[in-house]
């Protein structure tokens, strides 16, 4: 399938690894001309090298994208740099695990600045660039638990529900001017962030005995997900074969997912 992607610019927030560098590497590969951030400099320093090599033109920064400043300084630092934005991807996000009896409001807050007022602030710092492509498209990460909510994760179920709805509402409110709003829900993916609970939550177990049993509970097809099973569904909304595709709700989550 051609994507017609080359030449196009796009934004990776939370590029530096994970799902957000497989897919700027997929977008990279696709002749796209790139930008990433993250907050850990040596892991974007790497990220963007590897990028590099590709030829594209690349933007790696350290950027916060719970911070509106820092947003604001590196979307026009990456439009400056690629020549203007086609793509937005608002991808950076953490997991944040945990019951209503333990969450602070301080957990809370943090959870929804990184996942909610990110995708707010990115969209809005970008869009006057995207205004002016003839492609737009913003493609925002987000989670199953957005409508498959689950307690132990009780932040990240409210908070991506509301992500889901700005979707959905953007995606009616830009309509009219052609720039097209989609949502990629994942399920489990295996990324650093997983490592992270599987170090925290059971540290005697393997990486592979840790991943069979949660993936035996809840995924039909048995297994966590790879970040190349997120990336080329990315690449494909951002490209011109997704042109009459906008509010949808993709879920890239091996049938997990109770609902219809
Ligand atoms: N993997 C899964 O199973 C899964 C499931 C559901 C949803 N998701 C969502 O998918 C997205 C990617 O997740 P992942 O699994 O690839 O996570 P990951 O491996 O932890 O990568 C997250 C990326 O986001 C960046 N990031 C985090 N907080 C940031 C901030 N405040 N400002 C800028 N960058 C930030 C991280 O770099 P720094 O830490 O250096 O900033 C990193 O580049 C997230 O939004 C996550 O919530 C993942």
Redesign the pocket.
Known sequence: MELNLTGRRAIV??????????IAQELVGEGVDVA?????PA??ET?GEMLRRTGRTLHAA??????PE?VGAFVEDAADTLGGIDILV??????SPGSFDSLTDEDWQRDL???LF?QIRCTRAALPYLRTSTAPRVIN?????AKYPDPGFFA?SVN?AACLNFTKTLAQELGPEGVLVNSI??????????E?IRRRRAPDLSEEEFFSQWAAEEVPLGR??T?EE?SGIAAFLASDRASYITGAIVDVAGGMGKYV
Not at 62 to 67: G, L, Q, S
């Open positions: 927030t939370g590029g530096s690894k994970g799902i957000g560098l497989a990433i951030c993250a907050r850990n892991e974007v990220a350290v950027a916060d994208v719970t911070d820092q608002n991808n950076a996000g953490a997991a600045d990184v996942k990110s990460i987000n989670s199953v638990y990240t991506r829900n994942i399920g489990f993916v295996v990324t650093p962030q997983w992270n966590f997900g970040v997120v």
